[in-house]
């Protein structure tokens, strides 16, 4: 079947009415620009339960339509984890294993990985020392040369500290001892609109280490750390942190558990994003101990509101470091050193103490191993294959590599019950989209595009993460999903839902565009600044408000804001491809990893023979435009949502 209804149903044969097969098309009113085609949005209720039907439901037909030898897995794969056989290891299975670890696979990957048979093709995708890439670091902007720390988030406080005579943002004091407050103003806005820029700028340097990486298995854990131990920027509100979990979550992608949690237990961004920071002895904050134990270790209902208070007093003593802001430091005077009982057992314990016994729960190894079952299998595991995985998890002293590794092996990976069953997430459908059209930069609007569809890279809705699953899917996000694909091959959407908000997780005031702006209410921060009590006075918000957005303006880079350009046919070069039916195979072959119907098959042929004749010819000008038609229909295709 294919979104929008330009085929009925993947089982029905019928033709549409106009000469081209293809609904909504025809030689006959087709606009004259080549780069513009005008097709229909229509009614999206059939594809939302198409879609969510191939995810939910075991499926037989689950190859690819290029290799009819390979014989989809046996129904007792389903829960094993023993190994695949080699005899069994085919390019198919190879495309399933990239999809889901790589965000999708290109062709030499698949060829290299197809050829070492299963145990090695695994092993060399996991073996991220030895395939580790000299990929460009963050380019950090000017930001924090101009508004130094202390950072001060809150204009009330950097008021109050200017008027005490303090230094504020880099201000220093005028003769009569105050610091010019205009210019503290000016800092106020230029440190907000600047650390939103440098958070989109952030946002998509990381997408871009996804899109460009040689094999992304690295990247792919990242954002897997990143949903499990969830922080929020706008909560943050400072992009430095946020850069400097992700390179946490980096050093630890296949790492050891039990050294994660520590540090994650010590990190700024979280901190900050749960008020760990002024938790001392006697005035415990309870966020941490409380999400630790519930999302982050052993889930709900493995704990008592006892073992929270608790654990609470012993993560006690953290502050931020107070010239840099960026580690957190232990202060022995702020941390309860008493005596405290948690999970039953007894004594002064501290962080570390804490983290030690949390691992000792049987049920922390097998949340653990839930979460990365559900992430990169599917949902509802068998209680037994989670006892399986906590056995190896506990025997393998927490590593996460040996437990990935017997998952991306295990014939329950290749089951029937497992390829298909995932709906990609927004930003893997946008990443993996580009990595298979062959482009090396995303296109300018990729924050926009993902916020509508539903994900944005450091604005994860809670402190729980995305939902995920069937929630990326209804009448809504679909439509975006095709209106994306329709841009990015040039194409004029007929319906953009301007205007709509798509993403639950990210408010208005922390939207950025694709000019790294803030899309913030100017007026809003200033009504702030006055209601926390700062009114009056000898200072101009419009004023200071132009002045930040102007040079925070200054600090794009000028390839952030264009798009791509890219060529389809460059796609067959040097495959020998000259046939309609070749074409569509090679393309099925490369964007699809679950079997399409035969009528979709067949339609797709008589859309390439349409328009080509039966045979590409070398240097036909209609090539390009052909193939970027055929791929608009593979790629809204309720088959290329899913993994």
């Not at 995708?125 to 902007?141: H, K, Q, V, Y």
């Not at 630890?252 to 961004?269: I, K, M, S, T, W």
């Not at 993460?465 to 975006?480: A, M, Q």
């Not at 039916?581 to 008589?606: G, K, M, N, Q």
Request: proline content about 6%.
């Amino acid at each position: 079947m294919l979104i929008g209804g330009r085929l009925r149903a993947s089982g029905d044969r019928r033709v549409p009415e106009s000469r081209n097969p293809v609904r909504g098309i025809s030689t006959v009113d087709r606009p004259t620009d080549p780069g513009l085609v005008e097709l229909d949005l229509r009614p999206r209720l059939l594809l939302v339960v198409g879609a969510l039907l191939l995810c939910s439901c075991p499926r037989r037909d689950v190859l690819t339509s290029s290799s009819p030898e390979v014989a989809p897995a046996p129904e007792a794969w389903i829960g094993d984890l023993s190994p695949i056989p080699s005899a069994a290891w085919s390019s198919e299975r190879v495309a399933h294993l990239l999809e889901r670890v790589a965000f999708g696979g290109d062709a030499a990957n698949a060829r290299r990985l197809t050829s070492l048979g299963p145990e090695a093709a695994v092993d060399w995708l996991l073996d991220l020392d030895s395939r580790r890439e000299s990929l460009p670091a963050f380019a950090d902007g000017r930001l924090f040369e101009i508004v130094r720390p202390p950072l001060h988030p809150n204009p009330t406080d950097a008021f109050t500290r200017a008027l005490e005579g303090e230094e504020v943002y880099g201000v220093k004091r005028a003769s009569d001892g105050l610091p010019p407050l205009q210019e503290v103003l000016e800092r106020i806005y230029l440190r907000r609109y600047g650390n939103q820029a440098e958070t989109l700028r952030l946002e998509r340097w990381w997408a871009e280490r996804m899109l460009v990486a040689t094999c992304p298995v690295e990247e792919r854990m990242v954002l897997f750390w990143h949903d499990h131990f969830a922080t929020r920027a706008s909560k943050v509100a400072d992009y430095r942190k946020m850069l400097l979990q992700i390179g946490l979550f980096r050093r630890h992608a296949l790492g050891n558990f039990r050294e994660l949690l520590r540090a994650v237990l010590r990190d700024p961004a979280l901190s900050v994003f749960l008020d760990h920071c002024g938790s001392v002895k006697g005035r415990a904050v309870e966020n941490l101990a409380r999400e630790v134990m519930e999302l982050f270790v052993l889930g709900v209902g493995h704990y008592t509101e006892a073992d929270v208070r608790e654990m609470a007093r012993a993560l006690t003593g953290w502050t931020l470091d107070p010239e840099t802001e960026l580690f957190c430091r232990f202060d022995p005077e702020r941390h309860d050193d008493g005596e405290k009982r948690i999970l039953g057992e007894e004594g002064r314990f501290g962080t570390d103490d804490v983290v030690d016994i949390l691992l000792r729960q049987p049920q922390a190894a097998r949340h653990l191993v839930t979460c990365l079952y559900e992430s990169f299998v599917r949902e509802d595991p068998s209680p037994r294959v989670i006892d399986g995985l906590a056995s190896l998890l506990e025997r393998s002293n927490w590593e996460i590599r040996p437990v990935l590794r017997t998952l991306l092996l295990s014939r329950d990976f290749y089951s029937t019950a497992t390829i298909g069953a995932q709906i990609k997430g927004p930003v893997h459908f946008v990443v993996s989209t580009c990595r298979k059209l062959g482009l090396t930069t995303l296109p300018a609007d990729f924050h926009a595009v993902c916020s509508r569809l539903g994900q944005v890279l450091g604005y994860p809705p809670s402190v729980a993460g995305w939902d995920e699953g069937r929630s990326w899917i209804n009448t809504v996000t679909l439509e975006e999903r095709e209106v994306f694909v329709r841009r990015l091959l040039g194409f004029s959407p007929s319906s953009p839902a301007r205007g709509r908000r798509h993403s639950p997780g990210m408010s208005d005031h922390e939207s950025v565009d694709a000019e790294g702006l803030a899309s913030v209410s100017l007026e809003k921060i200033g009504r702030d600044v006055s209601r926390e009590g700062v009114r009056g006075g000898p200072f101009d918000h419009r004023v200071a408000r132009r002045k930040a957005a102007v040079r925070v303006s200054e600090w794009l880079a000028p390839s952030e804001t264009r798009s791509p350009r890219f060529e389809l046919t460059g796609l067959l070069a040097g495959t020998g491809t000259v046939s309609a039916d070749e074409v569509v195979s090679a393309f099925l072959e490369r964007f699809v990893t679950l079997r399409v119907s035969e009528a979709t098959r067949e339609t797709l042929v008589a859309l390439v023979k349409d328009r080509l004749g039966e045979h590409r010819r070398a240097g036909d000008p209609r090539t390009e435009e052909v193939l970027r038609e055929l791929a608009l229909f593979i790629l809204t295709l309720a088959e290329y949502q899913v993994s």
